[in-house]
């Protein structure tokens, strides 16, 4: 299987701006890639950008990820820059207020599934057309599921349902892509210290109706987990790879 050379490595990372696509961009950066950084606002990429010390190798793209054109201008101006994509990581996703299932806004459910399901099958399939098309032919993209694509929490339908559909269209996409050389694999993340996890430290429900403190994770750690799944040979995949606070409450929750 034809490689391409270290230092001509192409990424796109969504949600790039902060958290975890934003550690996985500055990991990756820090291994030579050239990596697209996408996101709504265009602050935070402006952020990272600065922080990753590599104009030459970093690209900010404003992308929202629920509108197909686009994603599909976000792919477009990544190869018009670096003339291929290597590899997508499908990070972003928003989750809605914890709320009875009854009482939760459709609003929110469709906001919801819009990001965390319709978005990142926009990017599987622009990625799809774009590896399939390059020569050498194929890549890799990383899902980004969740603890929550294996077991909820209390009072978050949404969430959980549109993770639990990302783990099926990582085994679909991984099984549609074998004939273009397209490894398609999964990265499940529990309680990395972000902003979006920064609750979990205060105290958050759990399924026997108590309120607990739970234990993080440093966020980089989760940046090299993406590098180690992308410095992969296409001919191997990490289907599912789960990364998580050694003692976050989660083999035993409930």
């Known amino acids: 299987m034809t490689t391409i050379n ?22 990756l950066l820090g291994d030579g890639w050239r ?20 104009a030459e190798r970093v690209l900010a793209v404003p992308t ?35 709320a009875p299932l009854e009482d939760l806004p459709l609003e929110q459910w ?21 590896m399939k098309a390059q020569r050498p032919m194929g890549g890799r993209i990383i899902n980004n599921g969740s603890i929550s694509a294996y077991a909820p929490r209390p ?3 949404a969430y959980t349902a549109t993770k639990h559909a990302v783990s ?4 679909t996409a991984s099984l549609d892509g074998r004939k ?11 309680n990395a210290a972000t902003d979006l996890a920064a609750r979990m ?18 966020v980089d750690i989760v940046g090299r987990s993406v590098l180690y799944m992308a410095n992969l040979p296409l001919e191997a995949n990490v289907m599912f790879h789960t990364v998580m606070a050694t003692k976050m409450p989660f083999a035993g929750r409930g």
């Open 6 to 27: 270290k230092g001509e490595r192409v990424a796109i990372v969504t949600g790039g701006g902060t958290g975890i696509g934003k550690a996985a961009a500055l990991a």
């Open 35 to 54: 990596v697209a950084i996408a996101g709504r606002r265009a602050e935070p990429l402006q952020q990272v950008l600065a922080l990753a010390n590599a």
């Open 64 to 98: 929202d990820v629920t509108d197909p054109a686009s994603v599909e201008a976000l792919f477009a101006a990544t190869v018009k820059a670096w003339g291929r994509v290597d590899l997508l990581f499908n990070n972003a996703g928003v989750g809605a207020a914890a």
């Open 110 to 130: 469709k906001r919801v599934v819009d990001t965390n399901l319709n978005g990142m099958f926009y990017g599987i399939q622009q990625a799809f057309r774009v």
């Open 155 to 157: 009072n978050s339908i």
């Open 168 to 171: 099926g269209m990582t085994k």
């Open 180 to 190: 273009y050389d397209i490894a398609v694999g999964q990265i499940d993340v529990g």
């Open 201 to 218: 430290a205060k105290g958050v429900p759990q399924a026997n109706g108590e309120i607990a403190i739970e234990p993080l994770m440093d």
